[in-house]
Each structure stands twice: as structure tokens, then as C-alpha cells.
């Protein structure tokens, strides 16, 4: 069963740093693309990370420079490290995973929320 759960989210203050996880089951990181996403409120979903199975890497423009995705493939986690916080970072963030193999049936986690106060 392919499952993906996030962790790590919290409060913290602007300029601080967090690390998310995303433990994830039944899928192969060297077919899957790994991905980031996050929602604030009254806001539509929006990308912010994605990695590759070979490795490359793409991020938005608001958070470049700040964070980074990364992966440990004999935990199974996938991690995006958040620096420099903003208080416009605060949202709902979403671990997403993409077979190219079942394109229809992209994976994502229940979430885990980041709130970043002044």
C-alpha cells in the first residue's frame, strides 16, 4: 500500500528553522518524483519543492535560497529543511509523490502544519 505521512511541523518564530519529514511506503525513489507542497489558508494549493529520481531538484521562487529537499533512501523519508522563516510561509505543507508509470494516482499525505509568527 502506498502511503506517505508527514512530520515535523510546529511554531516557530520568523527566522527560525524547521525540518519536515515524509516517511513513505511502497514507493521506489528511483522511479518516484518527490515533491512538496503547502496550502494556506483561503489560498489554493501551491508547490514549493520537488526531487527527482536522479537527483535534480526544483524549487518556487519563494523559498528558494531558504530551503532544501532531500532524501534518505534506507529510511524512506523524504525531508524538506525550511530556513529563514517567514510568517508567509505558514501554511498547511503536503508530502506528494509521482509514479510516471500511474500518472492518474499522484500519492499525497494528510499534511502537517507550519505556523510562523513575527
Known amino acids: 500500500q502506498v502511503q506517505l505521512v508527514e512530520s515535523g511541523g510546529g511554531l516557530v518564530q520568523a527566522g527560525g528553522s524547521l525540518r519536515l519529514s515524509c516517511a513513505a511506503s511502497?514507493?521506489?525513489?528511483?522511479?518516484?518524483?518527490m515533491g512538496w507542497y503547502r496550502q494556506a489558508p483561503g489560498k489554493q494549493r501551491e508547490f514549493v519543492a520537488r526531487?527527482?529520481?536522479?537527483?535534480?531538484?526544483n524549487y518556487a521562487d519563494s523559498v528558494k535560497g531558504r530551503f532544501t529537499i532531500s532524501r534518505d533512501t534506507a529510511r524512506s523519508t523524504v525531508y524538506l529543511q525550511m530556513n529563514s522563516l517567514k510568517p508567509e510561509d505558514t501554511a498547511v505543507y503536503y508530502c506528494?509523490?509521482?509514479?510516471?508509470?500511474?500518472?492518474?494516482?499522484?500519492?499525497w499525505g494528510q499534511g502537517t502544519q507550519v505556523t510562523v509568527s513575527s
Open positions: 511502497g514507493i521506489i525513489f528511483s522511479i518516484n518524483t
Open positions: 526531487l527527482r529520481p536522479g537527483g535534480s531538484t
Open positions: 506528494h509523490s509521482y509514479d510516471p508509470r500511474t500518472p492518474e494516482y499522484p500519492v
